[in-house]
């Protein structure tokens, strides 16, 4: 079970911390990952780590502006958010999937088979 939480209402510019509290006892053999979907639009790829959390990738847009990280003794992902605009208002998901090697992560939803209720985002010009 995935659990987010910290969405709200920022203005442009600020910032915000995303977490997801997961349930799994073997959460630290779990590849974990952020996805969004806006209104009127498809859910994409944000952010992904590894279960070792030395590996991260994220999408474009949000590159230099979004950290992932994970706390594998709490069983905890997070997703912190600086330089907030308009364009980021969606719903959050946390992802997660089992995986093998340390240091994969994956981009693509069908990669994952575990999903929370999502936390909503929104961004004020």
């Known amino acids: 079970q995935l659990v987010e939480s910290g969405g709200g209402l920022v203005q442009a510019g600020g910032s915000l911390t995303l977490s997801c509290a997961a349930s799994a006892r073997t959460f630290s053999r779990y590849a974990m990952g952020w996805f969004r979907q806006a209104p009127g639009k498809e859910r994409e790829f944000v952010a992904a780590v590894s279960w070792s959390g030395g590996n991260t990738y994220y999408a474009d847009s949000v590159k230099g502006r979004f950290t992932c990280s994970r706390d594998n003794a709490k069983n905890m992902v997070y997703l912190q958010m600086n330089s907030l605009k308009p364009e980021d208002t969606a719903v959050y998901y946390c992802?997660?999937?089992?995986?093998?090697?340390?240091?994969?992560?994956?981009?693509?939803?069908?990669?994952?088979?575990?999903w929370g209720q999502g936390t909503q985002v929104t961004v004020s010009s």
């Open positions: 992802a997660a999937r089992q995986s093998f090697a340390s240091g994969d992560y994956y981009t693509q939803q069908y990669d994952y088979h575990y």
